[in-house]
Every structure is written in structure tokens, then in C-alpha cells.
């Protein structure tokens, strides 16, 4: 009876209150200091691009696992940029948290990412390392939780770091960050990729417009 009093009353509680929960349980204090941080100027910013960064830069798409989240926005991104004439070469993704040996992208992610155009069958894992972060010019995360562990792991990189979903049209409604579809089935993928895509839309056009 207990147990079901509890699930009822955490079912009162809005998803992304419960979401926001979670995250911060997985912080630590360092983490924590810069995910209140970066949440309070999410969204407050007319241009959330570095300056300097322009369609053909290096960018690096990164989630946790690089197997659902970020190896979309990549996907994306690079067929945008395929149908402009641009250069390929600076365009990858990474996890925070990626597996080894590398994994394939998860089978949700791979069934329904033909819808948006895009396949992902080729896709493997890759970790975020230094070397990676290095060479990178536009850090583009898809979470705050991810966003925090990136800052505490690489300083130096936090001028480099933007959320996907601030380039999200429907990020008013639905949040600026875009929520992990892991282990929620096809529907919650398909959801997280459309948001992706309208994101990717904007990023690529505020990208183009600034001359190499």
C-alpha cells in the first residue's frame, strides 16, 4: 500500500520536474554548481553561437551514450550540409558517458530514422575525450545534465558548449532541453528526432548565414 501511495504521488508530479529530479541526483557538487548556472542563461541569449563559428567549423553533436540523441543531430546536420555543397569533414558525435568496445546507434534509433531521411546503421560510439574537445569549435549537447558533466570535465570549453534545443522553435512548450528517449520505445525516439530536426533546421540556417 505504501509503495502505491508513493507511485501516486510522484505520478502528481510533472514529468519534467521528475526529470530535472533525477538529474540533479546524478551530479556532484561540482556539477550541480554549473547545471543551476547554465539553466538560469538557457534561453536568454539572442545568439547562443560563439563567435567565429560558421557552417564548415568543426562541431561535435554529444549525448551520453552516443547511441540515440547525438548520432541523429549528426546525421542531420551533415545531410544539410551535403544538400548546400559544404564541406563533411569537421562533423561528428560523441557521449559523455560512450561505451567501449564502441556500440552500434540503439535499434529504436535505427528503425526510425529513415523517416527523417537520414540512416544510421554505419553509425558506431565514440567516447569524448580531450583530444576531441580540443579540436573542436561548437560543442552542441542535448541536455543540461550533460551539458554540467562536459563543464566540470573541460573548463576550458564552456564558451564552445550550446544546447540543441535553444535552436528549437517549439522550445517555449516543450523545454530547451531535449529529454534522453532511451528505453522508452519508438514513439518517445520518434519525438526526440522531430525536435532534433526542426532544431538542426535553425542551427544549419544561423550557420550558413556567417561567412566562412
Given amino acids: 500500500m505504501i509503495r ?10 510533472p514529468k519534467t520536474v521528475r526529470s530535472t529530479l533525477r538529474e540533479w541526483q546524478s551530479l556532484t557538487p561540482a556539477q ?5 548556472r547554465r ?16 557552417a564548415e567549423s568543426r562541431i561535435v553533436f554529444i549525448c551520453f551514450g552516443n547511441v540515440l540523441r547525438s548520432p ?4 542531420l546536420y551533415r545531410e544539410a550540409l ?3 555543397g559544404c564541406s563533411l569533414a569537421g562533423i561528428s558525435s560523441a557521449g559523455v558517458r560512450a561505451s567501449s568496445p564502441p556500440r552500434d546507434a540503439h535499434r529504436d534509433g535505427r528503425a526510425v530514422a529513415p523517416e527523417f ?3 544510421l546503421d554505419a553509425h558506431r560510439s565514440t567516447l569524448l575525450t580531450r583530444e576531441l574537445v580540443d579540436r573542436t569549435d561548437l560543442l552542441v549537447v542535448m541536455d543540461h545534465l550533460h551539458e554540467a558533466m562536459l563543464i566540470a570535465q573541460f573548463p576550458d570549453a564552456e564558451s564552445r558548449v550550446v544546447l540543441l534545443g535553444e535552436f528549437d522553435p ?3 512548450q516543450h523545454g530547451i532541453a531535449i529529454e ?4 522508452h520505445g519508438e514513439a518517445a525516439v520518434r519525438f526526440s528526432y522531430g525536435r532534433i530536426a526542426q532544431a538542426i533546421r535553425v542551427m544549419t540556417e544561423q550557420l550558413l548565414a556567417r561567412a566562412p
Fill in 170 to 172: 517549439a522550445r517555449v
Fill in 4 to 13: 502505491a501511495l508513493r507511485q501516486f504521488v510522484v505520478s502528481l508530479v
Fill in 82 to 84: 551535403r544538400a548546400r
Fill in 39 to 54: 539553466r538560469r542563461l538557457a534561453g536568454r541569449r539572442s545568439d547562443p553561437l560563439p563567435a567565429r563559428v560558421h
Fill in 32 to 36: 550541480r554548481r554549473i547545471y543551476l
Fill in 117 to 119: 531521411g537520414v540512416s
Fill in 72 to 75: 541523429m543531430a549528426e546525421a
Fill in 180 to 183: 534522453d528517449p532511451y528505453g
